[in-house]
Structures are given as C-alpha cells and as structure tokens.
C-alpha cells in the first residue's frame, strides 16, 4: 500500500520549528465553554450519535464542548448565550468535536514523527503569549478534560460564570423559609455526570499559583456571580464556592477582590491575582464593596455583569481593588 509523503518532514528541522511556533502562537485569545444544539429534535440527534459519536460527559444535555480562537463574550455570557445551530445540511465534525480543534491539537495529528518534535518544541519554549477566557462551570470542565494542553503556553486566565450551592444552605432561608428553587439546580447533564468544578478550580489554581506552580501566569481573574437575595453568605460560607476555592489555594500572589452587592438579585465577586515578584514570599489582599445594579427596570439584565466590558483586553500590573477605599491584609507566606 503505497504511503503519502508529508512534506511538511522534508523542510529543515529548524525551519519546521519556527512553524510550529507561529502555528501555536497564531491566536493569543483562546475562548473555552459549551454552546447548546440548536434545530430539530432529528438534526440534534444526529449531531449527538450520529458516525458512532456520543454527548460529551459533564456538560448539559444537547451542549456541546467550544474552544475558539480569538474572544467570544457570548461563550461566558449567561444571559446571551451561544449556540450552535444545526439543519439537515450541517455536517458532522470530523475526528471528535469539531470545535474544539486547534493547532495544538491539530499538529499533533499529522504523524507520529510531528508529533514527538512537537512535544520536545513545547517542553523548551518559555514564552507564553495565549490568553484563556473560560466559562464557569463548563468550560472549565472542558479545559481541565479535554484541552489541558492549552495552559502551556498560557500567560493570563479569566474565567466568568455563574455559581449556585447544590449543598450550602445559608442561615437567613432556614430562618425564612422555603425559597424558589433556581433553575441552575435543574440542569440536566449528559450521562448523568456532574462536572467535578471545585476540584477542577482546585487543581487549576494550583498549577498555577501554588507552592510550586508547573503553570505559572502573569494573571488570573475569577467573575462569578452568585444568584439570590441569600447569596452573600454563600461566597465565604461554602466550601466549593469559586471564591473559597481561589484564596484557598493561591499562595503568594497580590490579590484583589472588588465584592459587588445586589439589592435582590444576587452578589457578584471579582478577584484578581498577580504573580509575585521574584522573591516575594507574602499574599496581600486587598477588598472592596460596590453596589451591584441589575435585573430592574432600565437595568441589565441578572447576571450580565459576570462578562467584563474591557474584556478582552486586561492590565497586567492591576489588581482589582487596588483602590485608595480598598481594605488591605498584607502577611508573609511561609
């Protein structure tokens, strides 16, 4: 059987390396998370099963995983959401999910050859240029699942979403009562699998901002909005919340947390963390209170706020809340 050449091998080595740096570092915006199927109910199950292909565990029924080059807001955006719109002449991605197909998992593709030099090319570049907009809690779960690769060359992480307690109870609804329940808690998810958030943030933060970080950024910035009049409490009190989870595991870095408060509709946190300074072993804190305007009349919608305005451009050398109102905490780090 006769074999196709790839003529890619036949240039010189160091010519070969100098595309797969331009192939790699061609986008330095990278956007993470899931967009709902969007047609008739056929069109949608053939996109799901069709060529043997099955939903994607760990996101919403009928969602599939999106990693696209370049900022899309409507892939962090809860109140606009993307979507991906099938018809009967759509057809199916090839080689798993269409898009999540980038040169870093492309190149690897072509033979076995490419991808061994690719490995060795990754291992030695220290110039980390990506940018990574991530949705909470989906488009963790697909970086953290199926594009951890990704955080090689990453120089900032910003991730937005939405975070509701599937276990904490605040103290003032036990004293009130039964309140509604929030639509987040009736998410269905393919195969029944729940994705594992709080360990996921965990891990990425640790490989990020720990003792010993294996993927150190310049900057990480968290936009969770927290939905319900009872929501304050949930920010510090649970365990899992995104917030908790962050300062949990950040060990030296600047942090700012700017907490934005609602009058019904929910609480928002912002923070913020800077890489320390070569030898800089302490974690200082600094936090304000805003007041969070959303959901009434004439206002933006509940939950818009999660998608910052400048995004997606950011400042490397500017926390949140670093303001002259800002409560500071600064200590050592053992």
Same mark, same amino acid.
């Given at each position: ?24 570092? !061609?986008? @330095?915006? %990278? ?16 996109? *799901? ?37 099938? @018809?009967?002449? @759509? ?22 050859? +490419? ?5 060795? $090319? ?6 980390? =240029? /990506?940018? *990574? ?23 900032? +992480? ?8 599937? @276990? ?35 891990? %990425? ?20 909005? $927290? ?10 009190? !649970? ?30 946190? $912002?923070? /913020? ?15 304000? &209170? ?23 451009? &950011? ?11 800002? =409560? ?7």
């Amino acid at each position: 059987m006769a074999t196709q050449t790839c003529h890619l091998l036949r240039l010189p080595i160091e010519l070969r390396l100098q595309i797969y740096g331009y192939a790699l570092q !061609d986008n @330095t915006r %990278l956007t993470i998370g899931s967009a709902e199927l969007v047609g008739s109910h056929p069109d949608i199950v053939h996109r *799901l099963y069709g060529s043997n292909r099955s939903p994607y565990p760990g996101l919403p029924v009928h969602h599939e995983p999106v990693t696209e080059a370049g900022f899309n807001p409507s892939l962090l955006s809860t109140t606009n959401p993307a979507v991906i719109p099938l @018809t009967s002449g @759509t057809h199916l991605p090839h080689g798993g999910y269409g898009h999540c197909f980038t040169a870093h998992t492309a190149l690897p593709l072509v033979n076995k050859r +490419i991808n061994a030099e690719l490995r060795r $090319y990754i291992k030695c570049v220290t110039k980390r =240029t /990506t940018s *990574l907009f991530i949705s909470y809690p989906h488009g963790l779960h697909v970086l953290r699942t199926l594009t951890p690769h990704l955080l090689r060359q990453t120089r900032s +992480i910003h991730i937005a979403g939405n975070y509701v307690s599937r @276990t904490f109870c605040p103290a003032r609804a036990a004293c009130m009562g039964p309140r509604g329940r929030l639509p987040e808690l009736d998410v269905k998810y393919n195969a029944n699998v729940l994705p594992q958030s709080a360990e996921q943030l965990n891990d %990425l933060i640790q490989s990020c901002f720990g003792p010993k970080p294996k993927h150190p950024v310049t900057k990480l910035e968290l936009r969770i909005f $927290y939905p319900g009049d009872d929501s304050y409490s949930t920010v510090w009190g !649970d365990d899992n919340s995104p917030i908790v989870v962050a300062l949990r595991n950040i060990h030296c870095a600047q942090v700012g947390i700017e907490v934005w408060r609602g009058r019904d509709s929910g609480t928002g946190v $912002y923070l /913020t963390a800077r890489a320390p300074q070569a030898g800089d072993k302490r974690r200082t804190v600094s936090t304000v &209170w805003r007041r969070l305007e959303e959901g009434r009349r004439g206002e933006p919608k509940c939950g818009s706020w999660i998608v910052d305005p400048n995004w997606p451009a &950011w400042e490397d050398d500017l926390a949140a809340s670093d303001l002259a109102d800002a =409560t500071v905490v600064d200590y050592p780090v053992n």
